[in-house]
């Protein structure tokens, strides 16, 4: 009889201990707290300062003392997007750079990823060890990556002339491969290798999750090779493929210290990504009105791309 | 209740991250208030930035025994230089004292992140008369208090290599066209031998070198208003006289025009891959660690064409070199003024310039840094006679920038083998005037 009193003294202290702090209620919003906070800080708050400066004329006159800047509207958007003026062509030009090049890195390194990730699939001695080497180029710091990039492509004393040129004679007399519209492709390429592995990982990781009993009823069906990969592979890895392409375009049209480390502040024209070009319009020539006018210009693009971007691929997936 | 918890709970979170980073900001100000202590950005004026702790050093300490103010020195390199006074400009946390380009100091002035050298700040620091004339007035815009002060002095020679020109029985060049013919029989592509080796991938060396050519030629890149006039004739055939030496003249090797590291066209001069240097009398330092004596190497002033073409000025160099300012933000002012006194006094200049390869600015000084005698002189008389300042404007930095990569992309043409004519450099010229105007 004794005995069964607490227990009952326990129920019935249950519901008041429930009641008594609210701590239950805000463990969620204390967990997410700090997130919030810096994500304020490190992203949003910066970002309406950017979006701020872009509509005052931030120039050497007034960064000491920025409440001083006047306040000149769309000023600057209209001097970013005057493509009849030198700055206004020079901001296209850099668009569309900018726009082949993440065509070209994007599709590559999505086409080598897959690839190499199909072929891998199969098990096969030694595929630890490509599996490993493969990933090296996106273990490796970027600036060490791509400082050692700079020095083979230079023309002189460069690997890739050495090779093309004195050894295998392909060429008969050394390139430039860091100026002219030949930058373009070395920059290209050293963006391919350094994203590809990337790519490589995320498609390896999505084709282990689909199950081996899948191929085999196909296997049993008389599907071939090539029309498991279409029908199997590539349709259940599409969730996959949608983030990692998005993932791969933001990354690739924003790049910034590919150019940054092969070609310094200043990149040829032909090698002048839109990230380099808003840097060298602030940093270079001291204008940071103009500059932020031009990021948030490329926010906007991004937003857009990107937004569209999901509303198709999520229609195209609900259909499905 | 619940959101009257989660509400303080924000609040008190919010203040106190508040609270920290005013804290590190009242650190930082007492650190050069209270006790005394100044902090130094010193530009890297020697082989690296250790080597130049290592000559500061016992000069910091000096002045610290003398005057119980102690400095915390920070060398920093040039790449990163002017992107850091910039931000300590744009968010008033900066060094007490810093030095920077001269060329900059018409731009950085007009940031106002400066203190002026008024008559009572000048006094403080000794009084303009100690300096040479032509040195001060890089300190800043004409008609206002100056807001930086020379430190270190330089200008362009033309370096050229004894042995290949006697060989070649030659005498350097006292003509432009006298270096092109020199350049030209000294330049043996077969041997990987080169008359003239530039850093033709470094836009600060392209736009002195607009500049130098264009005032030979009797041009001017800004007008008595301060508007840009980048496509005057005699820019565009300024521009043009450099270029030709990749294009025309091919007298350089079309690789030159990937260098942009101080040490590499000096470090050709050295290996004897090419016969002839222009550049600053700093590259002594690289010319020596790589192996020359100064008795290999003689420095003559950069000649002009002959005869002078209509306008044209006999000006061999700008007056290059490093400046003083002290941080308007700065706690301690009169610390400050009392280290740019000693900074820019002559014993200290005579002890610095050695190792920094550099001229003196002050009254009196004797060119040290070198035991070649027709070397200093020519330096000396370069600095006299022949060298003129880059403009005085706040548009400066940009005309730097949008000049000198306008000549890069040129230079780069004429070295894929693309023929640079007087419309090309003017076209491109004219490009670089655009965004000038547009920006401005």
Redesign the interface.
């Known amino acids: 009889m004794t005995t069964t009193n607490p227990t009952r003294a326990a129920v019935v202290a249950a519901p008041s201990r429930r009641r008594r702090p609210p701590w239950k209620g805000a463990t969620p919003y204390l967990l997410v707290l700090p997130a919030v906070v810096l994500e304020l800080l490190i992203h949003i708050i910066p970002m309406l300062v950017g979006i701020w400066m872009s509509f005052i004329q931030l120039t050497q006159f007034f960064i000491a003392n920025w409440s001083q800047a006047p306040f000149v509207g769309l000023d600057n958007y209209k001097i970013a997007l005057n493509f009849s003026s030198s700055i206004g062509q020079a901001l296209f030009h850099s668009f569309t750079v900018s726009i082949l090049y993440t065509l070209i890195v994007v599709g590559l390194a999505w086409l080598f990823g897959m690839s190499a990730a199909a072929v891998l699939q199969s098990g096969f001695r030694g595929r630890g060890g490509l599996r490993t080497l493969f990933l090296v180029p996106y273990s490796l710091p970027i600036y060490a990556g791509v400082i050692t990039w700079s020095f083979m492509l230079q023309r002189d004393n460069g690997l890739v002339n050495h090779v093309l040129v004195n050894n295998l004679h392909i060429l008969g007399s050394s390139p430039f491969w860091l100026i002219g519209n030949n930058a373009f492709f070395s920059m290209a390429i050293v963006a391919l290798w350094r994203s590809w592995p990337f790519a490589f990982l995320m498609i390896m990781a999505g084709m282990q999750s689909i199950p081996d009993e899948v191929y085999q009823a196909a296997a049993v069906d008389g599907a071939s090779v090539w029309q498991q990969l279409r029908h199997i592979t590539l349709g259940m890895l599409r969730p996959v493929n949608v983030v990692l392409i998005l993932m791969l375009f933001l990354w690739t049209f924003n790049d910034f210290n590919t150019p940054f480390v092969l070609f310094g502040a200043t990149p040829p024209p032909s090698a002048d990504l839109i990230s380099i070009h808003i840097y060298d319009n602030s940093f270079i020539n001291w204008n940071f009105g103009l500059g932020a006018a031009m990021s948030v210009l490329l926010l906007l693009f991004l937003l857009v791309v990107t937004g569209l971007y999901l509303l198709i691929t999520n229609r195209r997936s609900r259909r499905a | 209740?619940?959101a009257r918890?989660?509400s303080t709970?924000?609040t008190v979170?919010?203040v106190s991250?508040t609270a920290a980073c005013g804290g590190g900001g009242a650190s930082t100000s007492s650190s050069s208030g209270a006790s005394k202590t100044l902090t130094y950005w010193a530009s890297n004026q020697g082989s690296s930035l250790q080597a130049d702790q290592a000559v500061l050093g016992p000069e910091l300490a000096k002045f610290q025994k003398q005057t119980g103010v102690k400095v915390n020195l920070q060398v920093i390199g040039w790449p990163d230089l002017l992107?850091k006074i910039?931000g300590a400009?744009?968010s008033?946390q900066g060094p007490d004292v810093l030095n920077i380009g001269n060329t900059w100091a018409a731009?950085?002035q007009?940031?106002?992140?400066f203190v002026p050298f008024d008559t009572k700040a000048l006094t403080a620091i000794g009084g303009q008369d100690k300096f040479v004339p032509a040195s001060f007035a890089t300190g800043g815009v004409v008609g206002k208090p100056v807001t930086s002060v020379p430190l270190y002095g330089l200008v362009y020679g033309l370096y050229y290599n004894k042995k290949m020109f006697a060989d070649a029985g030659l005498q350097p060049p006292t003509t432009w066209q006298e270096l092109q013919a020199a350049a030209a029989k000294l330049t043996i592509p077969a041997k990987n031998q080169y008359g003239m080796v530039l850093e033709g991938?470094s836009?600060t060396e392209s736009v002195h070198f607009a500049f130098i050519f264009g005032q030979q030629n009797g041009g001017q890149p800004f007008d008595a208003s301060g508007k840009p006039t980048f496509t005057s004739p005699g820019m565009v055939s300024g521009v043009k006289q450099y270029v030709d030496l990749v294009g025309k003249d091919k007298v350089v090797?079309?690789?030159n025009?990937?260098y942009?590291n101080g040490p590499e066209a000096p470090g050709d001069f050295a290996k004897g891959k090419a016969a002839m240097l222009m550049s600053q009398n700093n590259a002594d330092n690289t010319l020596q660690a790589d192996g020359m004596k100064s008795t290999d190497y003689g420095v003559v002033a950069i000649p002009t064409p002959s005869p002078l073409p209509a306008g044209g000025k006999d000006v061999a160099s700008f007056v290059a070199g490093i400046n003083l300012s002290i941080f308007?933000n700065t706690k301690n002012q009169a610390a400050a003024l009392q280290f740019v006194k000693f900074m820019t006094s002559p014993e200290e200049q005579t002890i610095l310039d050695k190792p920094f390869t550099a001229l003196p600015v002050v009254k009196g000084g004797t060119v040290n840094f070198t035991d070649n005698k027709a070397e200093a002189d020519a330096f000396a008389a370069v600095l006299a006679t022949k060298a003129v300042p880059l403009p005085l404007v706040?548009a400066e930095?940009?005309f730097e920038?949008?000049v000198g990569?306008a000549v890069?992309?040129l230079l780069?043409?004429a070295?894929?083998g693309k023929n640079v004519t007087t419309t090309e450099v003017k076209a491109a010229l004219q490009?670089a005037q655009?965004?000038m105007a547009?920006?401005?």
């Open positions: 209740m619940k918890l989660i709970v924000v979170l919010a991250a992107n910039l400009t744009t008033g731009s950085l007009a940031t106002g992140a991938g836009y090797n079309p690789s025009v990937q942009k308007k706040p930095s940009e920038t949008n990569n890069n992309g780069a043409e070295a894929t490009a655009d965004k547009a920006a401005g």
